[in-house]
């Protein structure tokens, strides 16, 4: 099946500073979507982008479908996006299923 | 904006028992999913669901697990006798085509003891 790889694994920021995280699958998808699991467990849907690039507040997401991986960008980050945000590919040779990276884990100090 | 609505949000079940998880789609979804999240793991498909009959099963979903639909509204996924392996954050899905974005609910957490 198809191969979800995301990194970095770990990500600790102070309060204000900006990432990217990175989301590397391995054979064509047509469904990709970033999503946020916070505190108390609840996958949250951030992005449906199996192609281009959106933007929603401080929040930013790219895929390059041809090159088989996507981008989260956060910017100005703060306390209340600390968690693990969620890499989910589907379509292709993995039918309808979405098959989801290891995830990385955010910590946002103050 | 239209929800996924699951009951209950946490069970506790005595192993051999067997448990529903409920689920309310968004209701003009046709295609229905069940994953699930051992603690500290990532999320693992479990079944899709469309036109009334499974489409895709994961290697996971063995014959102690089931799934309906009973009316036009809910989705449900049986496990007909509990391990202590099957505790677990339980989440349904739904989407309106089949690659189209997944709405999760917020899942129902099972704890087998």
């Known amino acids: 099946g198809i191969q979800v790889e995301q990194s970095p694994p770990d990500l600790i920021l102070q309060e204000g500073a900006n990432s990217t995280l990175r989301c590397n699958f391995s054979?064509?998808?047509?469904?990709l979507q970033w999503f946020h699991q916070n505190p108390w467990g609840q996958l949250i849907n951030l992005f449906y982008i199996p192609s281009g690039t959106k933007q929603n507040g401080r929040l930013s997401a790219t895929t390059v479908a041809t090159e088989r991986y996507s981008l989260l960008y956060i910017s100005s980050s703060q306390t209340t996006d600390s968690g693990v945000y969620f890499c989910?590919?589907?379509?292709?040779?993995?039918?309808?299923?979405?098959?989801f990276g290891e995830g990385t884990q955010l910590t946002v100090n103050p | 904006e239209p929800e996924v609505t699951q009951t209950p949000s946490h069970q506790v079940t005595q192993m051999g028992q067997e448990v529903i998880l409920r689920c309310v789609p968004i209701s003009n979804h046709l295609y229905f999913y069940w994953y699930r999240q051992i603690l500290g793991q990532k999320v693992e498909f479990l079944v899709s669901?469309?036109?009334?009959?499974?489409?895709?099963k994961s290697e996971i979903f063995d014959d102690q697990f089931s799934v309906e639909r009973p009316d036009g509204s809910n989705f449900t996924l049986k496990i007909r006798s509990t391990k202590l392996e099957d505790s677990a954050m339980y989440f349904c899905?739904?989407?309106?085509?089949?690659?189209?974005?997944?709405?999760f609910g917020s899942g129902t957490r099972l704890t087998v003891v």
């Open positions: 669901f469309y036109n009334n009959e499974i489409s895709e």
């Open positions: 054979d064509s998808v047509n469904n």
């Open positions: 899905a739904s989407s309106s085509t089949r690659d189209g974005g997944y709405t």
């Open positions: 989910a590919v589907g379509g292709g040779t993995s039918g309808s299923r979405l098959t």
